[in-house]
């Protein structure tokens, strides 16, 4: 079975830092882009970062360059989001995705989310 | 950057056909991707590269794309079809956009 399961989510003050992770099975993880793509709470989908299959290439959505780094282990088949400075508007459901194998294509598998809370 | 507007709701009576739209400035030279998200579920993609379906998803949802609008259809609506729909393409290659969701009312 496809599947990714993230973990990492959680409460944390604002300026903190935090780091998601995104296991992934099923599939050959390492022939894929990845990506993570976020909601806030009652609002749409908003894309933040993606990574090429090796690693080489990276990125990301103009309100979280410079403070967040989107990164991926092959041999563990997982995907990660170090978030630092993080802001109130940075609370949302985290979402990790496949993105495509040759080329960017659609995001297909998700996860099932975690949520990030950015709060005082 | 690159835009995507969808109206923010829309109502179809049971068994009747939804259509929602995705307007972009000549979206119809990009591809366009369709999700279905449900209360409190991961999104699942409907329909991919304009018109195509992944597996397990009714032919009941088509889609399509032309000049500055892509379309998702979906026909003989179910109950089970009420859900948010979101649109998406690649802005610049390596930036998704995704419009802003359209809340599907079965009626």
């Known amino acids: 079975e496809v599947q990714l399961v993230e973990s990492g989510g959680g409460l944390v003050q604002p300026g903190g830092s935090l780091r998601l992770s995104c296991a992934a099975s099923?599939?050959?993880?390492?022939?894929?882009?990845m990506s993570w793509v976020r909601q806030a709470p009652g609002k749409g989908l908003e894309w933040v970062a993606n990574i090429k299959q090796d690693g080489s290439e990276k990125y990301y959505v103009d309100s979280v360059k410079g403070r967040f780094t989107i990164s991926r282990d092959n041999a563990k088949s997982s995907l990660y989001l170090q978030m630092n400075s993080l802001r109130a508007e940075d609370t949302a459901v985290y979402y990790c995705?496949?993105?495509?194998?040759?080329?960017?294509?659609?995001?297909?598998?998700w996860g099932q989310g975690t949520l990030v809370t950015v709060s005082s | 950057s690159y835009e995507l507007t969808q109206p923010l709701s829309v109502s179809v009576a049971l068994g009747q056909t939804a259509r929602i739209t995705c307007g972009g400035n000549n979206i119809g030279s990009k591809n366009v991707h369709w999700y279905q998200q449900k209360p409190g579920q991961a999104p699942v993609l409907v329909i991919y590269r304009d018109s195509k379906r992944p597996s397990g998803i009714p032919e009941r949802f088509s889609g399509s794309n032309s000049g500055n609008t892509a379309t998702l259809t979906i026909s003989r609506a179910q109950a089970g079809d009420e859900a948010d729909y979101y649109c998406q393409v690649w802005d610049s290659s390596t930036a998704a956009v995704f419009g802003g969701g359209t809340k599907v009312t079965v009626l």
């Open positions: 099923g599939f050959t993880f390492s022939s894929y882009w």
């Open positions: 995705a496949a993105a495509g194998g040759y080329d960017l294509l659609w995001f297909d598998p």
